[in-house]
Nanobody, 123 residues
């Protein structure tokens, strides 16, 4: 089992920044690729970003490229999502997820999920 706990969400204005954090515990964190997903009301959960088990490779959905940065600290079992230049359409519940070995954009392939943290971008 891997337990994931997200934090860092909140209410911000367009153009602001937020950093989401995800603390992992349980099995060997560095065996897992980590992903961030989001789900807006009435919409399906969608891929946002992912990072390989080593941290050497990162992946982003097109709508966040250049604005969001995913990173991880395998020594402390944390994964982060730095979100800059936030837009109204970034409003969603953001979830941290762990997938054994390689990353995927398919949420159905992830093994463990956090409870989510709300990000609201509003003027």
């Amino acid at each position: 089992q891997v337990q994931l706990v997200e934090s860092g969400g909140g209410l911000v204005q367009p153009g602001d920044s937020l950093r989401l954090s995800c603390a992992a515990s349980g099995r060997t964190f560095s065996n897992y690729a980590m992903g961030w997903f989001r789900q807006a009301p009435g919409k399906e959960r969608e891929f946002v970003a992912a990072i390989s088990w080593s941290g050497g490779s990162t992946y982003y959905t097109d709508s966040v490229k250049g604005r969001f940065t995913i990173s991880r600290d395998n020594a402390k079992d944390w994964v982060y999502l730095q979100m800059n230049s936030l837009k109204l359409e970034d409003t969603a519940v953001y979830y941290c997820a762990a997938k054994l070995m390689s990353y995927s954009r398919n949420p159905g392939l992830y093994n463990y999920w956090g409870q989510g943290t709300q990000v609201t971008v509003s003027s």
